[in-house]
């Protein structure tokens, strides 16, 4: 199955389905859109709690409920979707399916049940393959040429449910993984309104996953994202621009953290791993095998800046190093 937009009413008018969009994420906001646009009723909005960020630690609403808000939507904020006022908003809500966009909690098993249709979860990536909170990440980290979105039948186990339907998209050569996923969030997100006219109309049927091709995509955190200048230049070009724009590539210069945008991959000049050299064309790092050349950079406590600019302040010494 195709994504594909809403053609009307399906099965020779059906009701359209009654809806709980869960959601957090900037890429949850196509879908929350396609399906507002679509013949079915968004009843309510269940997202994150609103969260402290930025340099002011200003409370902020998350990108779905900003767009709920928005649409005059009733939004849910549990803690925890466990929370014995949330099951019973939802049994009270009487919702015939909930369609989930990282929404970013477990769902229970007391809740999994409560929609007439269970839960429809839109991943990023070809299931079984890339199962966890990371998906796209870890795609373009792992220099996979293919990878796509999918809709599946929530269940206890992690992205192991039964799946409706899949869309395919190429991963470039300089991708980072936040092209990648502003272009399946669009494409997942006419998929998800596919899926959802197809189980309104009683016409599609989810398929269990095949055993064969399981890999695991944990969440990135900070740490993982610091670059290992030993690695082969491909592997790095991939492991950050995997990283790109979160959590952020990272390394260390004169003790100081300093973030990378995404690099180029070079067979030259022979330099030791995170060797630093300045030349016309700007600056280039060392690696286990090959060079690359810096895009980016953002040294500590100051704006990002092209790497030859900051070369100029930071005037590396002949053998200098990054990650030293």
């Given at each position: 199955?195709?994504?594909?937009?809403?053609?009307?009413?399906?099965?020779?008018?059906?009701?359209?389905?009654?809806?709980?969009?869960?959601?957090?994420?900037?890429?949850?906001?196509?879908?929350?859109?396609?399906?507002?646009?679509?013949?079915?009723?968004?009843?309510?909005?269940?997202?994150?709690?609103?969260?402290?960020?930025?340099?002011?630690?200003?409370?902020?609403?998350?990108?779905?409920?900003?767009?709920?808000?928005?649409?005059?939507?009733?939004?849910?904020?549990?803690?925890?979707?466990?929370?014995?006022?949330?099951?019973?908003?939802?049994?009270?809500?009487?919702?015939?399916?909930?369609?989930?966009?990282?929404?970013?909690?477990?769902?229970?098993?007391?809740?999994?049940?409560?929609?007439?249709?269970?839960?429809?979860?839109?991943?990023?990536?070809?299931?079984?393959?890339?199962?966890?909170?990371?998906?796209?990440?870890?795609?373009?980290?792992?220099?996979?040429?293919?990878?796509?979105?999918?809709?599946?039948?929530?269940?206890?186990?992690?992205?192991?449910?039964?799946?409706?339907?899949?869309?395919?998209?190429?991963?470039?050569?300089?991708?980072?993984?936040?092209?990648?996923?502003?272009?399946?969030?669009?494409?997942?997100?006419?998929?998800?309104?596919?899926?959802?006219?197809?189980?309104?109309?009683?016409?599609?049927?989810?398929?269990?996953?095949?055993?064969?091709?399981?890999?695991?995509?944990p969440?990135?955190?900070?740490?993982?994202?610091?670059?290992?200048?030993?690695?082969?230049?491909?592997?790095?070009?991939?492991?950050?621009?995997?990283?790109?724009?979160?959590?952020?590539?990272?390394?260390?210069?004169?003790?100081?953290?300093?973030?990378?945008?995404?690099?180029?991959?070079?067979?030259?000049?022979p330099?030791?791993?995170?060797e630093?050299?300045?030349?016309?064309?700007g600056?280039v790092?060392g690696?286990?095998?090959?060079?690359?050349?810096?895009?980016?950079?953002?040294?500590?406590?100051?704006?990002?800046?092209?790497?030859?600019?900051?070369?100029?302040?930071?005037?590396?010494?002949?053998?200098?190093?990054?990650?030293a």
């Open positions: 199955m195709e994504g594909r937009g809403r053609l009307g009413p399906a099965g020779g008018g059906e009701p359209p389905l009654r809806l709980l969009f869960a959601g957090t994420p900037e890429a949850a906001v196509p879908s929350l859109d396609a399906l507002l646009a679509s013949g079915h009723e968004v009843a309510a909005v269940l997202t994150r709690p609103d969260a402290r960020s930025g340099r002011g630690r200003r409370v902020s609403r998350s990108p779905v409920a900003e767009r709920a808000d928005a649409a005059g939507l009733p939004v849910l904020q549990p803690r925890s979707p466990r929370e014995p006022e949330f099951l019973a908003q939802l049994a009270d809500l009487a919702v015939d399916c909930a369609p989930v966009v990282a929404y970013g909690a477990l769902v229970p098993p007391a809740a999994l049940d409560l929609p007439r249709h269970g839960w429809v979860n839109l991943h990023f990536s070809l299931l079984p393959a890339w199962r966890g909170a990371a998906p796209v990440q870890h795609a373009v980290m792992a220099g996979d040429e293919v990878t796509g979105a999918c809709t599946f039948r929530l269940e206890q186990g992690l992205d192991t449910g039964p799946v409706f339907g899949v869309v395919t998209e190429p991963i470039g050569p300089r991708d980072t993984a936040g092209d990648l996923l502003g272009r399946l969030a669009v494409s997942g997100a006419r998929l998800l309104v596919a899926t959802l006219d197809g189980i309104e109309a009683g016409t599609l049927e989810a398929r269990p996953q095949p055993a064969d091709g399981v890999s695991l995509a969440r990135i955190e900070t740490a993982d994202a610091e670059v290992d200048w030993g690695l082969p230049a491909h592997v790095v070009d991939r492991r950050v621009r995997g990283v790109t724009p979160a959590p952020g590539a990272w390394t260390t210069w004169r003790g100081d953290r300093l973030r990378l945008g995404p690099v180029e991959p070079l067979t030259g000049p330099l030791e791993p995170g630093v050299a300045v030349d016309r064309d600056v790092v690696t286990g095998r090959g060079a690359v050349r810096l895009g980016e950079v953002q040294p500590a406590g100051k704006r990002v800046q092209p790497a030859a600019d900051w070369a100029r302040g930071a005037r590396p010494r002949p053998g200098e190093r990054l990650g």
